[in-house]
């Protein structure tokens, strides 16, 4: 019923900027929250970002002043600007859609922050 499609993920230094890009596709409204997640190595899931619209939007502390989420309804897109990356924010990031439990997961991107 619906598909997201992830973008964007990389290598960066520390200090430096990515762009994460979502693209969703099928019943979607634009009522339904959409965010970020990431998994870290040896750590669990852990919510990053989300939005349902500008408005309404919500940070985790540790990224709270250096990320941005915002929503393009037009093209059932949500993009993540992440500034001032750390190490510590090396992770898998995921896409999602919708309330969890109820939600729909993308398959995820790969950010890298080393020296």
């Known amino acids: 019923q619906v598909q997201l499609v992830e973008s964007g993920g990389g290598l960066v230094q520390p200090g430096g900027s990515l762009r994460l890009s979502c693209a969703a596709s099928?019943?979607?409204?634009?009522?339904?929250?959409m965010g970020w997640y990431r998994r870290a190595p040896g750590k669990q899931r852990e919510m990053v970002a989300t939005?349902?619209?500008?408005?309404?939007?919500n940070y985790a502390d540790s990224v709270k002043g250096r990320f941005t989420i915002s929503r393009d309804n037009a093209k059932n897109t949500v993009y993540l600007q992440m500034n001032s990356l750390k190490p510590e924010d090396t992770a898998i990031y995921y896409c999602?859609?919708?309330?969890?439990?109820?939600?729909?997961w993308g398959q995820g991107t790969r950010v890298t922050v080393s020296s």
């Open positions: 099928g019943s979607i409204v634009s009522t339904n929250p």
């Open positions: 999602s859609y919708g309330y969890i439990p109820f939600n729909f």
């Open positions: 939005i349902i619209s500008t408005y309404s939007t």
